[in-house]
């Protein structure tokens, strides 16, 4: 279990440097950096436990992009969406964005 958790956050990190462009990648980090450890965390729990509706009162999670978190778990890091069907850095900045407006 923990070499596939570490061969995902490798695919995670090399997916980010090639996929994002730096001022889109820098955004998208820096939002995740302003999530406080109890909203990161709460984020987390959501995705890793969640019930598709749950999942869905994320920001810009349907049910097609519900199921299909629910078919991947679990998640170390929120940046491991973008390795799924459907999920880009934008959907990913804005379902960060809105943990945070929704105070998650």
Do not use: W
Request: glycine share 6%.
């Amino acid at each position: 279990m923990k070499t596939h958790s570490l061969v995902l956050s490798a695919l995670t990190l090399s997916l980010l440097s090639f996929t994002c462009e730096a001022s889109n990648a820098s955004e998208l980090e820096d939002s995740m950096k302003t999530l406080s450890p109890a909203q990161s965390a709460s984020l987390m729990r959501i995705l890793n436990e969640g019930s598709l509706e749950e999942l869905r009162t994320l920001p810009g999670v349907e049910k097609v992009k519900a199921s299909t978190i629910l078919e991947a778990r679990p998640f170390e890091h929120i940046n491991e969406l973008m390795l799924l069907h459907g999920f880009g850095e934008k959907t990913v900045y804005r379902l960060v964005k809105g943990a945070m407006r929704q105070g998650y």
